[in-house]
Each structure stands twice: as C-alpha cells, then as structure tokens.
C-alpha cells in the first residue's frame, strides 16, 4: 500500500473569482460535476453543456459550489463568466478513504516532524487509518515537507493511508496576513501596537471554506468517521476513540471543543517547538474552538461541511469530545508573550502529564511563587495619589480619609504654582503625609504613572497591608456599619481586593468657587445605573498587599502573577465576587459587576 499520494487542486483564474476544482462521481447512467468557487458565484454566469440539468447550489462563507447532472457521453465543458472552459474534472477517489477513520486537516507550515507525531498519536489513541492534509504552501516553496513526510511514514511503519493535497491557488483570506503572525492570534497583545504585514492569502488564515465539501466530494463521502481538526491539534483520548464515539452519536455527529494551550517558554532560543512545550493554559478564557467528527453515511442528505459546523446536521452533544490545539506550532515564535499575555497562563496539569508520559520531555515549568507580604490583619491602610495645583481642596481630602481609616498618604506634585507642593512639605513634618517631586520628566513617563512606578519602592507603600489609587476630587464613601474601612473589612472579611465603582457628582447649580467642603455643596450624582458615560462605572480598587500582582495600578494593581490567581478573592462595592474574566485588565463595571450597596467612590469631577 503507498501510504503517502499526492494529489492536486488545478484551479483557473477567471474574471473576478477563481474555479478552484471541478469533481466528477458516477451517477447512474450519467454523472456528477461539481464546481467550486473562490467567491459568490450565481448559476446565471454559468453556461453547462447541452443535456446538463443544474442540481445544487450552495454558499459556504462567501463562496458557492455548484453541482450539475450531465449524461455519461456529455463533454464536461462549460461557459463561465463568458469564458468557455473545459475543467480539469477530477474523478471522486472516494475508495480510498471507504470505512476509514479519516482526520481532514490544513497545514500552514508546520514540519514534516509535527505532521508525523500528529499521525501517530491519532493512530494509537483513536484508530486513525486516513488523513486528507490540505498543503497550503505555494508550489515550489517547500520541496521537503512531502519527501520527510513519505521518509517519516516509512520509517515509523505507519499503516495508514495519507493524501496530501496542495493547490495551484491560494486558499487564504486576502485581507490577512501569514498566519504564523502574532496578529492572527486571538488572544495576542497589543495588536494596536502591531506593525502589521501586508496581507499573504498563500500564508493567512484559510479564507477558501469550500475547501471542506473538495475534500468531501473528492475523498471523504465514504468514509467511516471523519474529524475535522488541523495539524496542530490533538484530540483527548478519553474513553471511546472518536470515531467511536461519532458513529454512535444521534445523527452521526459529534461535536469537538478545543482549548488552546501554551508553552511557558521554550527551552533554547532556536529549537523547534512541540507538542511537549505546551504545558499551559488561560485560567480565564472563554468558550473554545468549535470543529466536528461526522460519519458521512449517517448525516442528512443536504448537510454541508464547514469549517467549524456542519450545516444541516445537529451535532449530538452526549458525544462531545475535547482537542488541544497547540498554538505555538501554527504561530512559531520565540517569545510566547508575543501571542499570549503570559499573566493568563497557568500550568495544566494533563498536558504536563502528557509531556512527560507521552513525549518523555522534561517542559520548561512556571516558576512557583507563594503569597508575599502583609497577608493576615488590618495592618496599614495607604493612599498613592497625585496632585498639581490642588490648594484649596487637600486638608478636606485628608481629613475625611483620615477620619474613616487610611493611615498613610503618599503624595507626588509637580509644577504646582498655588503653593500645593508648600502645603503638602508642611504636612508631611508634621507627620500627616510624605511629599515626593514627581520624576515623570527623567523617567519618560506620565505624572500618574511615573508616580505609581516610584511608589513601589517606598517603604510605606511596601509594608502597607491595604493600598489604594484614587485622586484628590475622589472620596471613598463606605456606606456600611459606621463608615470606616474596618465596618467596610468586616462586612468582606474574605475579599483581599474591592472595586470601588464611580458615582459621578455633577455642580449641583454651584456656579462660583465656595470654600466650605466639596462633601456639603455637592450632593446629586448620576443613578447607580448609569452605563453611559463609558467612564461612568469606572472604579478604583482597594487591594491587599500580598504579591498576587506585581506593580500598582491607576484603577486597579497590575502585572497578575497567574500563579496565584487562584488566591484571588475580588468582590465589587456591594461585596458580590468578580468573574476571573476582570483580573488581569478590567478598569470599569459591567451592568453585571457594578455594584454601591456597601461601598463606592464619590467622584466630585467638576
């Protein structure tokens, strides 16, 4: 048996869309040809030969096929477009795969090696004996992937029958870029920092869904079970394989949940990644990748195969089955913050286990971190804040936060010209604050920001149990018990950071400057329920200082130590915990999160 054929999608460049294939079955006493499209084709462009009868037409993202019955002596030749063409009609190979359990994927780069460990382990684990692998790279720009692949094959004594079919045309979105870039990543940072490269259809994300029903009219209409993932994904064996688990699925589909999983770091700069570096997860993603398993002969009639559904067919959820995709082997990099925020990652422990029982690799593991700091007692409570020409409202500001429980006040001004910086050197021999020249200018940063980037390395700030960020028109308004941090501390003796959220106070028809205090002139805020302005739910967080994160935060501390994250115990104003959704870069409530019954920040704007 040749486990390895190459086949070919020979596709023609017509006026505005392209003919990718044209497939031709055996029918009775005449046949089927099938002609798929790039784009949005209507059959009125499209002339048959005489005798032929239209019989489908279908749209699967943004491009159609189309199927027409033509009698057995009946040349396939057909006017598109106003273009008469003859397709290179491809008879359906659809022997090979009948009764198989067939894995139908795309390769966008990846090596001849991980396509190998990919085959085996499906082999093993689940009783895979066909794959259909779609080649994306353009002809003549990777001539070894098909000679180590029939090499690896060979040697590994693979008994499975493998189809490599490459096209003579792009099948990537024409808008994107190379996939392997960390744009394409969903969850990559800083994409709007990104300098994007011009868009690649031979490399970007596939764009080309007909693809699917190609290889299904071609190959797969006769197979046993087919599953639709690519070559950096892993299905989980648990249990039946999952053709198994497909055949006897009602309606003969099973649905497949992926969960993208991560390298901590790869062990060498320049060794190739593998399924064994991945040894992590996001504690705080959501939903998962959607791909199917379907046995052919068991779906509906007029079912279409998709890239992430099959239309027509409902999937039987009793039979869902997960998969790992192994996102560093479609996105190759050196450094893995460039496709993840690595404050999300945490060690998984299955795909340790896998790493080590499977693969016999020994993963960069995460390093291990414990709680640090002032963990248990009231301790000290701090404020970091910033001012510049906030004279007349300071002593109100320090008093009010004095009498309710704040021990220690850090201040940073600059270019004060009404005596601020004065006032504020006044109090601090007397004890009340400590008083600091903002370094924003010799630090290249924003006042704020250079301010709580020097604040960290300020003993007060370091031995403070309690810390907070808010500014000098900010009042924290503790609505519990008698007012103060401790009735506050009590009411959520288990939370170690509250979200204080913004209750926007407007003049209250005060017009002139009065020097009595901001608290007794302005008393009509915007409703709790107040989603717009989008700063309108804004909140400010009071945390305790215990090394779950690692630097200060204007609304909320930042740099998550995601090895922590479980220690987290983050509740909104009315004590009601957040979702792990908002740890690592929420600022603002939710119509779901906010909340004002136990405490929440006045917010005296004007």
């Not at 949005?40 to 699967?60: N, R």
């Not at 040697?155 to 996939?179: A, F, H, K, W």
């Not at 604040?455 to 808010?470: L, N």
């Not at 926007?504 to 409703?527: M, S, T, Y």
């Amino acid at each position: 048996m040749r486990r390895l054929i190459e086949r070919r999608i020979a596709g023609r460049r017509l006026e505005g869309f392209a003919l990718l294939d044209a497939v031709v079955r055996n029918q009775g006493e005449g046949h089927l040809v099938s002609l798929f499209f790039d784009s949005i084709v209507t059959p009125d462009v499209i002339v048959p030969a005489a005798g032929a009868e239209l019989k489908d037409v279908y749209s699967v993202g943004e491009a159609t096929f189309v199927s027409y019955t033509l009698p057995s002596d009946v040349t396939a030749l057909f006017k598109i477009a106003d273009t008469e063409i003859e397709p290179v009609c491809v008879d359906a190979d659809l022997r090979l795969f009948e009764g198989r359990n067939a894995l139908a994927a795309v390769r966008n780069g990846e090596s001849a090696a991980i396509v190998l460990d990919w085959l085996t382990f499906h082999a093993e684990h689940h009783d895979m004996n066909a794959a259909v692998v779609v080649d994306r790279a353009k002809p003549g720009t990777d001539t070894r992937f098909l000679a180590e692949l029939k090499a690896g094959l060979e040697t590994r004594n693979l008994i499975c029958q493998v189809v490599v079919l490459t096209s003579d045309l792009p099948l990537g979105r024409r808008d994107m870029p190379s996939e392997a870039h960390p744009f394409c990543v969903p969850e990559a940072p800083g994409k709007d920092r990104m300098e994007i490269p011009p868009p690649d259809p031979w490399e970007s994300p596939i764009g080309t869904l007909t693809i699917y029903e190609i290889l299904r009219a071609r190959f797969l209409a006769e197979a046993r079970a087919v599953a639709n993932i690519d070559v950096h994904d892993l299905i989980v064996p648990d249990g039946p394989s999952v053709f198994d688990a497909t055949v006897s699925a009602k309606g003969g589909m099973a649905p497949l949940i992926g969960r993208h999983c991560y390298p901590w770091r790869v062990r060498k700069k320049g060794d190739p990644i593998h399924f064994a570096d991945h040894i992590c997860v996001q504690f705080d993603a959501r939903g998962g990748r959607q791909r199917w398993c379907i046995a052919p002969s068991k779906s509906p009639e007029k079912s279409i195969w998709r890239l992430v559904r099959v239309g027509g067919a409902i999937p039987d959820d009793t039979r869902t089955m997960r998969f790992y995709r192994y996102m560093a082997l479609r996105h190759p990099t050196p450094l893995i913050s460039k496709i993840v925020p690595k404050t999300s990652l945490v060690e998984h422990p299955p795909l340790i286990a896998q790493s080590k029982t499977l693969w016999q690799h020994k993963p960069v593991r995460m390093p291990k971190l414990e709680i640090a700091g002032a963990a248990d007692g009231r301790g000290r409570c701090a404020i970091v804040t910033t001012m510049k020409d906030e004279g007349p409202f300071i002593l109100e500001w320090l008093a009010y936060h004095r009498a309710i429980g704040f021990d220690d006040f850090l201040v940073y001004t600059n270019e004060c010209s009404d005596g601020t910086d004065t006032l504020l050197e006044l109090l601090q021999s007397k004890g009340i604050v400590q008083h600091r020249d903002n370094p924003y200018r010799d630090m290249g940063l924003k006042p704020q920001h250079a301010a709580l980037q020097s604040a960290e390395q300020e003993d007060v700030i370091k031995e403070a149990t309690w810390i907070t960020c808010i500014d000098v028109d900010e009042f924290v308004n503790i609505k519990c018990g008698d007012g103060t941090l401790d009735a506050l501390f009590k009411a959520v003796p288990d939370a170690n950071l509250i979200s204080m959220t913004w209750r926007l106070f407007g003049n209250g028809d005060v017009h002139l400057f009065d020097k009595g205090p901001i608290i007794e002139q302005f008393f009509r805020c915007a409703d709790e329920f107040a989603r717009n302005p989008h700063q309108a739910w804004g909140f400010k967080t009071l945390f305790r200082n215990m090394g779950i994160f690692r630097k200060l935060g204007v609304h909320r501390p930042k740099g998550l130590n995601p090895q922590l994250w479980e220690e987290i115990n983050w509740v909104n104003g009315s004590g009601t915990a957040l979702p792990r959704e908002m740890y690592r870069n929420a600022w603002r409530s939710t119509s779901t999160t906010y909340g004002y019954d136990l405490v929440q920040r006045n917010h005296y704007a004007v």
